[in-house]
């Protein structure tokens, strides 16, 4: 297993432009979560996929998030018209039918 | 709801010392999964080790072992011998089933002392 991935590590972007972030699962690991991590915080969940279908969504997810996993393999999470209040680690997990969920190593978002 | 608490925001441990780090939880259910949760500096998650809420005995991975009391709604984790490597924030979380999130608490950071 060549473990969790995440694309980008960093961005900064401007208040107001959308961004998208990328996630690689382990190799055959059909479920796929989304969390974001606060400094200081531990992670909140905001998403998570079986296969290709969005199983539960957090009311953390505003209409302006949007994530997609359309083949079952990676996921995409996109967020529209970006807050500061959006800065934050955004972590990307996957697990196969056991109860541990393997982590990413993150995608640090910095909205100026 | 499902809750997660972790009352101690710091510890330190010497070298080669044993250091038990606290969490609770709330919950309305039986079986559960918690877990102990490993982030260094660098920020990836790492699992440590993990408990199902049905086995009355508690897990050991190598130097790290759990003190799970279901009735207390208790979860330590002990470490033993102490390495400048283990030196990170800890996380306490819960899964009430398998396919589901993980529930955090707040984190402990632990540092060691040479």
């Known amino acids: 297993d060549t473990g969790v991935s995440q694309n980008p590590r960093h961005k900064i972007t401007k208040r107001g432009q959308n961004v998208t972030f990328r996630c690689d699962p382990i190799s055959e690991h059909n479920r796929l979560y989304w969390y974001r991590q606060t400094l200081g915080q531990g992670p909140e969940f905001l998403t998570y996929?079986?296969?290709?279908?969005?199983?539960?969504k957090s009311r953390l997810l505003s209409d302006r998030f949007s994530a997609e996993r359309p083949k079952g393999s990676f996921s995409t999470l996109e967020i529209q018209r970006t807050e500061q209040g959006d800065s934050a680690m955004y972590l990307c997990?996957?697990?196969?039918?056991?109860?541990?969920?393997?982590f990413g190593p993150g995608t640090r978002l910095t909205v100026t | 709801a499902q809750t997660v608490t972790q009352s101690q925001p710091e510890m330190s441990v010497q070298e080669a010392e044993t250091v038990t780090l606290s969490c609770t939880y709330d919950?309305?259910?039986?079986?559960?999964?918690l877990f102990w949760y490993k982030q260094p500096p660098s920020r990836q998650m790492i699992l440590v080790i993990r408990?199902?809420?049905?086995?009355?005995q508690n897990a050991t991975e190598n130097r790290f072992s759990v003190n799970f009391q279901k009735a207390a709604k208790s979860f330590s984790l002990k470490i033993s011998d102490s390495q400048l490597g283990d030196a990170a924030m800890y996380f306490c979380a819960y899964l009430f089933n398998q396919g589901g999130k993980l529930i955090f608490g707040q984190g402990t950071e632990l540092s060691v002392k040479p």
């Open positions: 997990a996957s697990s196969r039918e056991s109860p541990e969920q393997y």
């Open positions: 919950t309305s259910e039986s079986d559960y999964y």
């Open positions: 996929f079986q296969n290709e279908a969005q199983l539960e």
């Open positions: 408990q199902e809420a049905y086995k009355q």
